[in-house]
């Protein structure tokens, strides 16, 4: 009897075990030992003499005979008394459930496909050629009213559309693979405090940057042909839970139109959308607390480690939302020697509310027209000023 009791607590204790530390708390294996097994020693005195041995003297009490009609378990209650056998019978009927790990339940090609669908290339030429070389990025289109996320390294292009009441950079969104012109845009947000950090960069487009507040929304206002009217609806993908965790090894699935090991005239006619799968390799906060806001995630090394990915898709491959968006890399003569990050809507959700007082979710909704037109007269102007300034100087 007591072995089949020993047996059981044994796996009970392996169960817990086994939780604690996929819970990732360290435990010291332990041995339990009935206490109806062993002796109590006398205790050593600080002299350091060695305990006394015990003498075993035990007394013989006879076993009386159970009747023969005795059931089972009126015998083990003869055995080992009725309160132990309460004791047990509830602690075995105290089944803890051991934590299941979550499983994919989306097909990998299912998030492909609709992750492609949403991503765009931005594409933008100099008017007139000269000072800049063509400008080849990414987007991911977030609301299918025809709303783009992209890096605001990438939008702040759309505000130099003219220079000196002349036309000065054309920018347009292409779709496809290959991919070809398909819609015009124009800024819905842009971050100012990215523009203000990294002012240099328009001119230098080599300058270092954290990837801190490096975001900026485009919204699609028609169509390049003329005889096509604006699609009512895009595809689109939806955003990451803001409230939901990133960790360390979560699938994602990462997508953009990769241009830097190709020439221009190859980036301008057969351009093709790329995404792999990969996983978190680690977490980032730009903050200077130790447990700071998630901000930035790191994906390694894939084949959109290059430029003309900024601005593209990283997606969650459990739920298909949009966990963030390319940003920077690190350096490395191929792919596979970088380092792809990308900045999370968590960021972005809470650099947003600091500069306009409105979360992601708030810049989406109502008349996003409106929206457009009202950065077009407020904000735009001033950076586009300041942009204006650097190019003169």
């Known amino acids: 009897m007591f072995d089949t ?7 009970v204790l392996v169960a817990i075990t086994a939780i604690l530390a996929f819970l990732g708390i360290a435990t010291t294996q332990q041995t339990f030992v009935y206490i109806q097994d062993i002796t109590p020693a006398p205790q050593v005195e600080e002299s350091g003499e060695k305990p006394q041995e015990i003498e075993e003297s035990p007394e013989e009490v006879p076993i009386q005979p159970l009747p ?21 019978q509830e602690s075995s009927t105290a089944v803890i459930p051991l934590p299941i790990p979550k499983k994919i339940t989306l097909s990998g090609v299912h998030v492909n496909q609709t992750t492609r669908e949403a991503v765009v290339n931005i594409f933008c030429l100099p008017a007139h050629g000269g ?15 025809g709303v783009i996320l992209t890096n605001a390294h990438v939008a702040q292009y759309f505000l130099l559309e003219t220079y000196q009441d002349t036309p000065f950079i054309n920018c347009v969104i292409r779709t496809g693979s290959p991919a070809r012109v398909a819609y015009t845009a124009e800024p819905l947000f842009i971050s100012s405090s990215w523009i203000d950090e990294n002012i240099e960069s328009i001119i230098k487009p ?23 009217e604006r699609p009512e609806s895009f595809p689109s993908l939806d955003i990451f839970p803001l409230s939901k965790t990133i960790r360390r090894g979560d699938p994602v699935l990462v997508a953009g139109y990769p241009a830097g090991f190709l020439g221009g005239i190859t980036i301008s006619r057969d351009l093709w959308v ?46 298909n939302n949009l966990l963030g968006i390319i940003t920077l890399r690190t350096e490395g003569d191929t792919t596979s020697t970088r ?25 989406l909704s109502g008349n996003l027209v409106e929206k457009k037109e009202g950065f077009a007269s407020t904000s735009a102007p001033a950076l586009k000023a300041k942009l204006v300034e650097v190019l003169e100087n």
């Open 274 to 319: 790329s995404s792999s799968i990969t996983l978190i390799k680690e977490i980032f906060t730009f903050s200077e607390e130790k447990y700071g806001p998630l901000d930035l995630v790191s994906v390694g090394g894939i084949i959109t480690a290059q430029e003309g990915s900024s601005g593209g898709a990283v997606v969650d491959m459990y739920d």
């Open 5 to 11: 009791i020993a047996t059981i607590l044994e796996a």
């Open 68 to 88: 023969e009609n005795t059931t089972r378990a009126e015998k083990e209650e003869a055995l080992v008394g009725k309160d132990f056998l309460e004791t047990l």
């Open 339 to 363: 380092d792809l990050r990308a900045l999370t809507l968590q960021h972005i959700n809470r650099s947003l509310l600091e500069e306009s007082g409105e979360s992601v979710e708030k810049l």
């Open 131 to 145: 000072f800049f070389n063509p400008i080849s990025a990414s987007g991911v289109i977030i609301d299918e009213r």
């Open 206 to 228: 080599e300058t270092t940057s954290t990837g801190e507040n490096d975001f900026a929304f485009l919204y699609i206002t028609g169509t390049t042909n003329p005889n096509t």
